[in-house]
């Protein structure tokens, strides 16, 4: 997972200029979006849109996203996730075309 997360931020500070856009994953954009409360940047939800085009472009998008977030508040790409990229696909929340991920920033 590891390699993984370095091959993320390293996508991730080549792109922190670009503007926010979707994540293209084999083919189909997933739009993910960190949420957190202004007091604590370190806890995160991540609504990922699109789950009917795949749950693993929905997982890399909010891995992305997550590690992109961690890197620009806390300088560190390592997350520890409740509801992450490793969770089986039954035990993911899913409303309709959203799948929310949480973690945390490990500062």
């Known amino acids: 997972m590891?390699?993984?997360t370095a091959t993320f931020l390293i996508a991730a500070l080549a792109l922190?200029?670009?503007g926010k856009s979707?994540?293209?994953y084999a083919g189909s954009n997933h739009k993910a979006k960190v949420k957190t409360e202004r007091?604590?940047?370190a806890v995160m939800v991540i609504?990922?849109?699109k789950v009917s085009d795949g749950l693993d472009g929905a997982r890399a998008a909010?891995?992305?996203e997550a590690t992109r977030?961690?890197?620009y508040y806390f300088g560190t790409?390592?997350?520890?996730w409740t509801i992450g990229p490793d969770t089986p696909d039954d035990q993911l929340p899913i409303d309709g075309e959203v799948v929310t991920f949480k973690g945390e920033c490990a500062a």
């Open 16 to 18: 922190s200029a670009c």
């Open 22 to 24: 979707p994540y293209e």
């Open 77 to 80: 790409s390592d997350i520890i």
């Open 69 to 71: 977030h961690c890197v």
């Open 39 to 41: 007091s604590n940047r």
């Open 47 to 49: 609504p990922t849109k």
């Open 2 to 4: 590891r390699g993984l």
């Open 62 to 64: 909010a891995l992305f």
